[in-house]
């Protein structure tokens, strides 16, 4: 992994993210600690011509989206005329807000629509990622439910955008994930995992929880990853800090 791959999530700083102006000086600070690239996700009103003339001036690249669901399940092409004007080529899908998990038909209606958005993507030049939590990790008819998504999709179509924090607490293994996912993971959400006194699982910077981000790095690494993207949910302070933070560590402990 080389620094220039190391993205920030911008969820992570949504509540600085309700207007152009937060989002340019939001920009500024992340590219003053070193990232060179972001993933849009959880920003307010803005237009694709503002928002990529921030990122022109702020010297960012948007590597990747997260787009509303419906939107990437129902109105296919107007997520790839999004991406067009952002200069972008991934997006994932970020939640399956309608599934019934319970449900192999509601399932089986998902995984029919990712496959057709995927493929008006794929035709467009640009991927569909899927982005999981651990809700996937249920079982249904014996089997998770995050294979039976990729199992139910071609990998032109859907690739993944696995997210440590959620495999781990899941009960999945990370660094078996990016394997099965070789040649199908053009990027990662990297957020690490710790468990506090009260028995509770709690997000935290990169290198102060418990994940092997070595060999989580190393397997999605062989597995053709493009883009490592810091993310955290929740943060102590101010969350461009945390995300100083895990570039810190990831800048002296991660890259090759």
Known sequence: MKITQVAAQLYTCRDTLTDAAGIAKTLARLRKIGYTAVQASGLGPIS???????????????????EPGADILDSPQKVVDHLRALDCKITAYPYPHDLDFSSRESLNNL????????????????????????CEFQKLDGKVILDLIYD????????????????????GD????????AGRLPI???????????NKPHFCEIGNGVLDFKSIVAAAEASGCQWYCV???TCPGDPVDSLATSFRYIQEHLVS
Not at 115 to 132: M, P, T
Not at 152 to 163: H, N, S
Not at 174 to 181: R, S, V
Not at 188 to 198: A, G, M
């Open 48 to 66: 694709d011509q503002e928002l990529r003339r921030i990122l022109s001036d702020t010297g960012m690249t948007c590597a990747a989206t997260h």
């Open 111 to 134: 995984i029919t629509k990712l496959q057709h958005a995927g493929e008006v993507l794929h035709q467009a030049g640009q991927v569909l990622c899927y982005h999981n939590h651990n």
């Open 152 to 171: 139910g999709t071609t990998a032109t179509a859907l690739q993944g955008e696995p997210d440590t924090y959620w495999i781990q607490y899941g009960g």
């Open 174 to 181: 990370n660094i078996a994930w990016c394997k099965k996912l």
């Open 188 to 198: 990662i959400h990297l957020k690490d995992y710790f468990t506090t006194s009260e």
């Open 231 to 233: 993310e955290q949910d």
